[in-house]
Nanobody, 123 residues
Framework: QLQLVESGGGLVQPGGSLRLSCAAS????????IGWFRQAPGKEREGVLC???????????????GRFTISRDKDKNTVFLQMNSLKHENTAVYDCAGRGFSC?????????WGQGTQVTVSS
């Protein structure tokens, strides 16, 4: 029942931008921390960014700092991941996850997940 639905992925050229959305299904996001994770081909899932219930952001991947930003629109019950200056190495399945506590980098500590959205950066 508690589920997140991602959208906004797709194919983009290097240097391009994408905006991913993470919308709640059956509940509100107000009291949750929402983290964005990604899993590239042949690699383990890693944390990227997280936004707390107070809308404080935490970066878990320094490589995206200055290029990626996370935000929350409580009226739309949605969290966004804005990705700019995309690189080939950013190609991955991006997934958002929620928990009722503070942001953490460990995926196992999140209670509910979306289905993932594919981001492909290719020329």
């Amino acid at each position: 029942q508690l589920q997140l639905v991602e959208s906004g992925g797709g194919l983009v050229q290097p240097g391009g931008s994408l905006r991913l959305s993470c919308a709640a299904s059956g509940f509100t996001l107000d009291s949750s921390s929402i983290g964005w994770f990604r899993q590239a081909p042949g690699k383990e899932r890693e944390g990227v960014l997280c936004i707390s219930s107070r809308d404080f952001s935490t970066y878990y991947a320094d490589s995206v700092k200055g290029r990626f930003t996370i935000s929350r629109d409580k009226d739309k019950n949605t969290v966004f991941l804005q990705m700019n200056s995309l690189k080939h190495e950013n190609t991955a399945v991006y997934d958002c996850a929620g928990r009722g506590f503070s942001c953490v980098a460990t995926a196992a500590w999140y209670s509910y997940w979306g289905q993932g959205t594919q981001v492909t950066v290719s020329s």
